[in-house]
Each structure stands twice: as structure tokens, then as C-alpha cells.
């Protein structure tokens, strides 16, 4: 038997049961040590599957092209470190390596893999995906069908769901070629301005979650090569903003303008703003009111009736004017409810002119009226709805209403016009 003496006299003895509990505990905290330990080891091993830069082939832009003989054309944009950053590698020159700090390679093959592959054997460095911004996607191809082709990068595991897909009336190759003014890398100029357009962008995970979804189609936005100015030294630009591509199914059927995606994207609430410019009639003195519209918010409302389909759509904003030629006073509560009800007429024929072409002309779903339908009740759309929607949302009947408040006039209510001197 053990004993234990403390101050004072006090003498304990350990039982059995006490040293019982003393030896888990010291158990537990061998374990313990032993787990941090082992911890501490695997930590220290680094990185086993790292690669070096110099090692890779950092792609930052992909373009892909169906060819005349049904071949697929795989383009790849990659960044050459060494020239970012630096305006030139002898602190001169223009050459187009220096200048872009990008290198275009591409090669075909009857899959993106093959012509992947192909284009890794005439690299000295492992292509490397994991940065790869954007997927821009040919015309022809687009109307060929996107989802053979976009089964590489979502297989791939470098592939990232976010990379944007951007479809062109171009060829992708020539996308990709595109000299930038102000950045670097193309890739740069077409996220940058997708950021600026904000709503437009359209990632590769939610491309295929529209194409994939009930009662909705997907759409892209467009990019183009535009002329920097009319009549000028034939200089470029690339415009990423200039429209959108309109899918039925995984197939391109058409395009929209700058003026008609912003209001599908009004009408999908994934933008909150835009500028309008409104003709006054000449009744009220004629002239031109432009504003930008905030706060956009919109309601769509499926409604089913004796069998026929109606939707409402109800657009509210908020109106900050910052042009006024008109002989408007805002300062007048009366010129400014006139003001309102004019944007307000203006929103509503132009939603009402959108509709007719996509339903009539494009006959695609991009507003997604049929996943309303669906989430209200979607065992009434399997069975009355899902087979036949094609045939359907082009007789669809819709009914819009705008509510618009004009909020800021500027430091003037009267338009900036010059009255005729008596």
C-alpha cells in the first residue's frame, strides 16, 4: 500500500480505484502526444504534388471552333510569366509576345481531348488549367450543340466551374489573337468587362444548370471585335457587353442586343440597374430625358386558368435623371409624375417587345417561366406542362406593368435649353 503525507499531518492512502483512474488518464495523454506527433510529421512533409512555374503551361483563356471537316479546334491562351508585369523584356520594342504577355497555341482534333492531347505534344510544359478564366465558343459550333464539347471541362479535374463561358459570332481563335490595349492578357479585357456589366457573366457551372433545369434555357453572353471609332487607323477593340447568345437546348437559335439582355436581366432580377433614354412626344416640347434606373426589382407571376397560361410581370424601380433637353420642369411634382409615366410606358412596351421576339422568334425560355410553373407545383407541370412546354410558352400570354419613382433631378428641374429670345 502506498500513502500519501500532505502538510498538516494528513495522511491518505491510494486505493485501488485511484490507481485505476491514474493510469487512463495516463494513458490518454501518451495517446495524445503521440497523435500530435504524428501530426506534426505529416505537416512537415510539403507539398508532394506541387508543381513549379517553370514547369507549366498556365492557361488563362480556352476558344473553342468546329472546323469544315467536323473537327474540333481547341485554342488555348497562355500567360508567359516573365512578361507580366513589364512593359517590354529589352525595355523596348512592340513585338506581339511582348506586348500581350501571352502566347496562342491551337490544334484539332475530333474531341477537345484529342486536340487536347496534340497540343500537348508540342508544348515542352504540362498544360495547367486551374487558371483558365474564360471558354469562348465559336458561332458554328455553338449551333452545332455546346454540351459534347463542354463534357471535357467538366470531366477534367483542373476544370474550373467558374471559369465564364462567352460565345462569339467570330471564331474563338480570333478572340483569343485580340491585342489588348490596357491589359496584359485578353482574358484580363474579358473578365474586366464582364465585372463591369455585372449580372452578364455566366459561369460554367450555371451554363449547365440552365441547360439541365426544368422549364428554363440557358443563354451566354456575346463578345465581339468592334472598331475602336468609325473611320479611324483600324485599331480594335473587344466589347463583351454588346448582347447575348440565346440557347434552345445545348444549340445556339439567336442573339439579343445590349438594350434586350439587360431587360431579361431585369426580368430574372440578376441586375439592379441600367440607363434608358426616353423621347419626350412633341405634344410636351420634345427632346430627350436619359436616367438610370436603380433598384430594379421584378415579380413574375404564373397563372393557370381554365387551361390557358397567363403571366404577370411587374417591374418597380427607383429613376436618377442625368440628362434633360425636354422643356420638362422637375422641380413640378405634375412634370415629374408626367416623367414617370412615360419611363414607366417606355419599360413596358420594350418588356412586351422582348417577349414577342423570344417567344415568337427564338421560341427559348430564357426567362425561365416554365421554372416558376415548376416550383409552384411540379408534380401539376410533370404531368399537364413538362412534355409539351415547347409547343406551349409560344402562345403564352403576358401582361407587364413598370412602377417608376423619379428620385433625383439634379441641381436643375428645367432642361438645359435655350429659349427663343423676343
Sequence with gaps: ??????????????TNDSKFRKGKWQMLYNIKRIVIIILTVLLLTGCWGRR????????????IDLMENDSIRVTLLLAVPRLIGTSSVN?????????????????????????????????????????????????????????????????????????????????????????????????????????????TSVQLGRFITMLMDEGQEAYAPQI????????????????????????????????????????????RNEKQEGVVTLEIPKKLGGGYVSGEMTNVHSK??????NGTITVDIEISSLLNVYENTSKLDLNSLKDRSILSNLFAKEVMG?????????????????????????????????????NNWKAMFPEIEVDTLAKIMVVQTGLIGKGAIKEDIR
Design 350 to 386: 420594350d418588356i412586351e417587345m422582348l417577349c414577342t421576339k423570344v417567344q415568337k422568334e427564338l421560341r427559348s425560355d430564357i426567362f425561365g417561366f416554365g421554372q416558376k410553373m415548376y416550383k409552384q407545383d411540379p408534380q401539376i407541370w410533370k404531368t399537364n406542362y413538362a
Design 1 to 14: 500500500m502506498l500513502y500519501y503525507v500532505y502538510p498538516g499531518g494528513i495522511v491518505q492512502k491510494e
Design 91 to 199: 525595355g523596348g520594342g512592340d513585338s506581339k509576345l511582348e506586348v500581350t504577355a501571352g502566347w496562342v497555341v491551337s490544334e484539332q482534333g475530333k474531341t477537345v481531348m484529342e486536340a487536347y492531347n496534340n497540343l500537348q505534344g508540342k508544348l515542352p510544359r504540362k498544360i495547367f488549367f486551374s487558371h483558365n478564366r474564360v471558354i469562348v465558343i465559336g458561332e458554328k459550333l455553338a449551333r452545332n450543340g455546346t454540351l459534347p464539347i463542354l463534357d471535357f471541362f467538366i470531366r477534367n479535374k483542373q476544370s474550373q466551374l467558374k471559369s465564364t463561358i462567352i460565345v462569339t459570332k467570330f471564331e474563338a481563335t480570333d478572340v483569343l489573337k485580340f491585342k489588348p490595349k490596357f491589359e496584359k492578357l485578353a482574358s484580363e479585357v474579358m473578365k474586366g468587362e464582364l465585372h463591369e456589366s455585372s449580372g
Design 52 to 63: 513549379e512555374v517553370n514547369e507549366i503551361a498556365i492557361v488563362t483563356a480556352t476558344g
Design 300 to 305: 413574375v407571376v404564373p397563372i393557370q386558368q
Design 224 to 267: 465581339s471585335i468592334v472598331p475602336s471609332e468609325k473611320g479611324g487607323d483600324g485599331s480594335t477593340n473587344l466589347m463583351v457587353s454588346q448582347g447575348a447568345a440565346v440557347f434552345q437546348g445545348d444549340r445556339l437559335v439567336g442573339w439579343l442586343n445590349d438594350i434586350e439582355i439587360m431587360e431579361l436581366l431585369w426580368l
